[in-house]
């Protein structure tokens, strides 16, 4: 039998395509209520003194909500826009509307964990069904927990690949029936945590996000040379993380189609090198179940002895981009500009703030977690651990030579150029 009514808490999955707790919702509801809860617990300054969501994310997810709102309203729905904690907000909206469901995407780390929690235990006592769905990650949930005793990557691969099970891809719905509340669906709640008139150069939503993955699946050469160059290059990357991290691109709807590329074009090795970086993915994902909040502690998994203290000083002068190294000042600037930074220069600086600076990693990685567009919590902290020496894949004392870095990425100064005027 159809619930009355329910409610979809949208939360890093900020799309229509491939949604199931959606779907999911407009199957068994009359009408739904598709929510967004700006939680201020994003924009707290954390122990290590950042802003848990820096100003280039909060705008990031504010062109994302906008786009979100904007495709719910084409096919007849709207995306109310609520400030506060979602174990409040939810509650008050199920007794406020008489709500039967409440539809979610799961969560893989400790604190989002905690929230769910919260908000799973107040739903029982109204009793309102919570639906929860394991929409982050492109595996089938069983497969990927079955990969979770691998904790090296290139195992974890093998494993993988040889039977691959991307989890089953929902169609995106066209038409929702949504009541009309007397509740906000304007977006101002951002105004007052970022400029959202100040220019901003990277397009919210997943029509953007649509747009970009067919450059690649519509252009056999452009995929075949995905990291082609990648030995000595800093300018491969696909642009495409920032759009998986809010959840805007479904990573399942990715990898399907990559799949299929590659079955039809085997000799396509861009596919084949796009797969593998996908699977970087859903191989944090796997571990942060596994490991939890051993991620966040200064030994890591392993639980290893560290030199390192928090020296705020060495790193300001690494957050201000002026250690005096040239490359390793390029790629902060960039960070703090744009929110963007190459994978290897991320561990270049990773690397460089906890083994040169000897300054606590995790207060570099809070740094990250504020300032990343892609911010998120697995891969940031898994890919932290790693370049420390602490994580999976970690070598014993792993230690980059900044100079040989420069000269092999960006051997005619040209990114340095750019970064340092
Ligand atoms: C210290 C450090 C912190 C990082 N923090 C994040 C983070 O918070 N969020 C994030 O998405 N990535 C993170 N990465 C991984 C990687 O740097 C980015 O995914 C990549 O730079 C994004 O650019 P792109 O989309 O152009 O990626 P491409 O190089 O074009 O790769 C395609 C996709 O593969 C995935 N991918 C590639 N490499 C990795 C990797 N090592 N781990 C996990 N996924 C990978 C990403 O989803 C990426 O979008 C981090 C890496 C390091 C070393």
Redesign the pocket.
């Known amino acids: 039998m159809k619930a009355n009514r329910s409610i979809v808490w949208f939360k890093n999955d900020l799309r229509l395509h491939d949604n199931e707790a959606l779907v999911s919702a407009i199957q068994n509801s009359n009408e739904v209520i598709p929510l967004f809860i700006l939680d201020p617990r994003w924009s707290v300054h954390t122990i290590h003194g950042f802003r848990k969501t820096g100003n280039l994310r909060m705008r990031f997810i504010y062109e994302n909500a906008k786009a979100l709102q904007t495709k719910l309203r084409s096919i007849g729905s709207d995306l109310y826009i609520i400030e506060g904690m979602p174990e409040k907000i939810l509650p008050e909206l199920i007794i406020r509307y008489k709500v039967s469901d409440v539809y979610t995407k799961s969560e893989f780390a400790y604190d989002e964990q905690q929230i769910v929690k919260k908000v799973e235990k107040l739903t029982g006592m109204f009793r309102v069904g919570y639906h929860s769905f394991d929409t982050h990650s492109a595996l089938g949930t069983d497969f990927r927990n079955s990969l979770n005793n691998h904790i090296v990557f290139s195992e974890f691969y093998t494993n993988a690949i040889a039977n691959l099970e991307v989890r089953h891809i929902c169609e995106m719905p066209s038409k929702i029936n949504t009541p009309t509340l007397n509740e906000a669906t304007d977006l101002q709640v951002f105004e007052k945590l970022v400029d959202v008139n100040a220019p901003f150069n990277i397009e919210g939503g997943e029509d953007a996000a649509l747009q970009l993955i067919n450059s690649y699946l519509e252009n056999s050469k452009k995929l075949e040379n995905?990291?082609s160059n990648d030995e000595n290059s800093l300018a491969?990357?696909?642009?495409?993380?920032?759009?998986?991290?809010q959840g805007v691109l479904s990573?399942a709807y990715l990898l399907d189609k990559l799949l299929r590329h590659q079955k039809n074009n085997p000799n396509n090795v861009g596919a084949k090198r796009?797969i593998n970086?996908?699977?970087?993915?859903e191989?944090?994902f796997g571990m942060f179940l596994k490991f939890g909040r051993k991620f966040f502690k200064q030994g890591g998994i392993h639980n290893k002895e560290l030199t390192c203290m928090p020296d705020f000083e060495a790193l300001n002068k690494w957050i201000k981009a002026d250690t005096g190294i040239e490359i390793i000042d390029a790629s902060m600037k960039e960070l703090g500009t744009t929110g963007?930074?190459?994978?290897?220069l991320?561990?270049l600086?990773?690397n460089y703030l906890s083994k040169q600076l000897l300054v606590d990693w995790r207060l570099?990685?809070a740094y990250?977690?504020s300032q990343?567009l892609?911010?998120?919590?697995c891969?940031?902290?898994?890919?932290?651990s790693?370049?420390v020496g602490v994580g999976t894949d970690a070598k014993e004392d792993p230690k980059f030579d900044t100079e040989q870095f420069a000269y092999l990425y960006d051997s005619k100064g040209e990114y340095r150029k750019t970064w340092i005027r």
């Open positions: 995905f990291k491969e990357r696909s642009f495409i993380s920032p759009y998986l991290s990573s796009f970086d996908l699977l970087w993915r191989f944090y963007v930074l190459d994978k290897k991320r561990s600086t990773a570099g990685a990250f977690e990343l892609d911010y998120d919590v891969i940031n902290y898994g890919n932290w790693r370049f």
